[in-house]
């Protein structure tokens, strides 16, 4: 089962409220999809190798969702298996007063990856479109009245066509922009956080503030909807991953990696002619080091095997 279907382009309105968060419709096996899960991540470990010698183009994976929804257990997983010299990942918390400052992209463009390199975004830009509106927090930002002042609709519209094309901007400059929500049904969401309070373990990943943000979860979904509607492209795309069981989700997130690694096309790169040329000679250089060292070894382990053998006819 590929993700393709999860995807959302631009191309026609959909409305991720009536989408599925579990794999039912899907009729898959668990034991079948875990097998092609492993597969996918060793593939993926060979792709990466690739991508980052090749540093032709950058990969931005950015994911949202409600809390509770397994971002941070999907990163852990699904990219364990990853050379981490060309893998980082960034959580945005709120922004800092430093951050606050700036425009809402400045800490975004900081953190963009060089070309090469994978860049994992555990929320993202879009919090300041999508928490900043269900928590209305336009009216505290200290910016002009020309800002300010305008309706939230025009506000919030601005800022989805901003990112698009600051997306656009990253896209036209070698990188590839994925985009993935996770899908969890409110249920889902209550046995998650029922669990961080159930298990001590994960008490620390419990505030009593969540419990407010669990009573707004149409409203996010809403926003949710709205947003992904007007900042999917055919270039960079929404994947509205059914979030419910996380083996099949992380499952979806390799398929996605995979497709868009292959998309880029990595090549190892080829050394220039006049490197070429010298490959024989340093060929030979190292081999003939090591045969001499072998023959100035073989001298000494000699003698260290006749002391052996004559310490062990002495105790006899």
């Given amino acids: 089962m590929k993700a393709d279907k999860y995807a959302v382009t631009g191309a026609k309105k959909v409305d991720i ?4 968060t579990d794999s039912s419709k899907d009729g898959v096996d668990k034991e079948e999809i875990m097998a092609k899960y492993e597969a996918n991540k060793a593939e993926l470990a060979l792709l ?49 007063s430093d951050e606050l400052a700036h425009d809402y992209l400045w800490r975004i463009h900081q953190n963009i990856p060089r070309r090469g390199e994978i860049a994992i975004f555990n929320r993202s ?14 009216p505290f930002y200290h ?32 990188y590839r922009v994925v985009k993935i929500f996770l899908h969890i049904s409110k249920d889902e969401q209550t046995e998650q956080l029922l669990e961080r309070i159930e298990t001590p373990e994960k008490n ?30 055919k270039q960079c795309p929404w994947y ?31 050394l220039p ?10 060929r030979r250089i190292l081999a003939d080091s090591l045969k001499k060292d072998d023959k100035e070894e073989a001298p000494k382990k000699e003698k260290s095997d006749k002391k052996k053998k004559s310490a062990k006819n002495s105790k006899k």
């Avoid at 879009?126 to 269900?134: A, G, H, L, R, S």
């Avoid at 419990?206 to 992904?228: S, T």
């Fill in 17 to 20: 409220r009536k989408l599925p």
């Fill in 48 to 96: 990466q190798d690739r991508f980052y010698a090749d540093g032709k183009e950058g990969l931005l994976v950015v994911i949202q969702a409600l809390d509770a929804s397994g971002k941070d257990s999907a990163v852990k997983n699904v990219f364990s298996g990853i050379n981490p010299q060309g893998v980082k990942v960034y959580s945005f918390k709120a922004p800092t």
């Fill in 125 to 138: 830009h879009y919090e300041d479109i999508i928490t900043v509106q269900v928590e209305n927090i336009k």
């Fill in 143 to 174: 910016m002009s009245q020309r800002i300010i002042g305008e309706s939230d609709k025009k506000f919030y519209d601005k800022r989805c066509v901003q990112v698009n094309n600051f997306e656009q901007y990253l896209y036209e400059n070698s």
């Fill in 204 to 233: 620390w990943k419990f505030r009593a503030e969540d419990m407010k943000v669990r009573d707004k979860f149409d409203a996010y979904l809403d926003v949710f909807n709205d947003v992904i509607n007007k900042t999917s492209t």
């Fill in 240 to 270: 509205v991953l059914p979030g419910d069981q996380r083996w099949y989700t992380r499952y979806l997130i390799t398929e996605i990696l995979l497709d868009a690694l292959k998309s880029t096309d990595p090549q190892y790169p080829e």
């Fill in 273 to 282: 002619d006049e490197e070429k040329a010298k490959l024989e000679e340093c």
